[in-house]
């Protein structure tokens, strides 16, 4: 064995001396220039995966951002009825300039009709009917047009999929309003979510408004009753309360990720009260991190909404108090914030008789104006008005105190 080594050592010896110093010399190059092209060719790549990155869906529709969002709330079956008419009149006669149209609604319909095939087909209405006849107007009067997807509240969906949903002794579990909700522990729904505001994004949508970007209310009296899985949070070495904060507070930075190349911008409806505190213990809200991951943040502040809060005993009947206590706390919060996002809260355009036995405190013209002017005296230049069925007080001055 050793002699045989010894004699194909030899033989390399020989073949080695036979090479001339060009050959070498040659063969070096050929080694150079096969590493060079290596990382020509890695370089090349990089830049088309960063090209990738850089690329923005563009919709082809001409809308610029007003001097301050001022907008009403539409549902899809306004858009497909009468009344559309005039909501758009509503908006270009005076000083509103937005519009949020529900596209995902609160049940879990789409209010459109995808492209044939899509997995969202069994779950689509046809109210609007002719996104794109809407889109068009919308951009010939200048309406700010903003796509309203509601996140986890999802009935359809908790009934299509009770593994993503929350369920009691093997059924879905619904709130005391018949409602289902499906978990923001499963990024399953995250995406299903996603990729509806994606589609809207292509409609033509100029931002993506999420709503019900949490777990459903009271969850901490319930999240020891109700099955559900909890899927990468399960290990996190966090109580329950923590865990939920993550869960919300992750998804609304992957979708703000995600859709970071539509040139949309993201923003996400939220209580008014997790303002005033750290965060909630049930269902997951903390106004800060979600702050930290939106463009703009619409905090729901009707005065109905409240009880007895900031020493006001019935903020229903303040607006103008009730808006200027919550102001001065919003403010505190989001200027701790090193960029914080567009203030743009939900404001009051309905009446509560559930909070009064006898008379309804009625919201006209002068409770409208009130929220408004206590907005703008706290720095807070953009707002929406709710009203579900879509009838919105008339003669409102919008700039009022401007």
């Known amino acids: 064995m050793r002699k045989r080594r010894s004699t194909i050592m030899a033989f390399i010896g020989i073949l080695l001396l036979s090479i001339s110093i060009p050959t070498v010399a040659a063969a070096e190059e050929a080694v150079q220039a096969s590493l060079h092209q290596e990382r020509k060719t890695n370089i090349e790549l990089m830049d088309i995966y960063q090209n990738i990155k850089r690329f923005t869906y563009d919709s082809g529709y001409d809308f610029e951002y007003p001097d301050a969002v001022r907008g009403i709330y539409v549902t899809g079956n306004s858009v497909g009825s009468s009344k559309f008419e005039s909501l758009v009149e509503l908006v270009d006669t005076t000083d509103l300039n937005a519009m949020v149209i529900d596209i995902k609604e609160d049940h879990g319909h789409l209010t459109f009709k995808p492209e044939e095939g899509s997995p969202y087909e ?3 209405t046809n109210y609007i009917s002719d996104p794109e006849g809407l889109m068009e107007l919308l951009e010939e009067k200048q309406i700010y047009p903003i796509a309203r997807v509601v996140v986890f509240k999802d009935s359809l969906l908790a009934k299509e999929r009770p593994d993503l949903s929350f369920t009691q002794n093997g059924e879905v579990w619904v709130n005391n309003k018949g409602e ?8 399953e729904v995250w ?6 505001a994606k589609m809207a994004a292509e409609m033509g949508f100029q931002e993506i408004q999420f709503d019900y970007v949490r777990f459903p209310e009271g969850f901490e009296t319930k999240d020891e009753e109700l099955e559900y899985t909890l899927g990468d949070y399960k290990d996190m070495d966090l109580n329950n309360i923590k865990k939920r904060v993550e869960a919300v507070t992750d998804f609304v930075a992957y979708a703000r990720e995600e859709l970071s190349n539509y040139d949309v911008d993201v923003s996400v409806d939220i209580f008014g009260y997790a303002a005033t505190i750290e965060e909630t ?5 903390n106004f800060s991190r979600i702050s930290e991951n939106v463009d703009v943040i619409s905090s729901m502040i009707y005065p109905s909404h409240w009880t007895s809060y900031f020493g006001i005993e019935n903020p229903d009947e303040e607006p103008y108090k009730l808006v200027t206590e919550y102001a001065k706390v919003e403010n505190a919060v989001l200027g701790e914030l090193d960029t914080p996002p567009v203030s743009r809260p939900w404001l009051q355009d309905f009446e509560a008789p559930w909070l009064y036995s006898g008379a309804t405190k009625q919201y006209g013209k002068a409770e409208i104006e009130a929220q408004i002017q206590a907005l703008y005296e706290n720095g807070i230049d953009e707002f929406l008005l709710w009203n579900s069925g879509n009838v919105y007080t008339e003669n409102v001055d919008y700039m009022i105190g401007k």
């Open 122 to 124: 069994d779950i689509a």
């Open 180 to 187: 289902a909700f499906v978990s923001p522990f499963e990024k």
């Open 191 to 196: 995406e299903y979510n996603v990729e509806i």
């Open 281 to 285: 213990p049930g269902i997951g809200q």
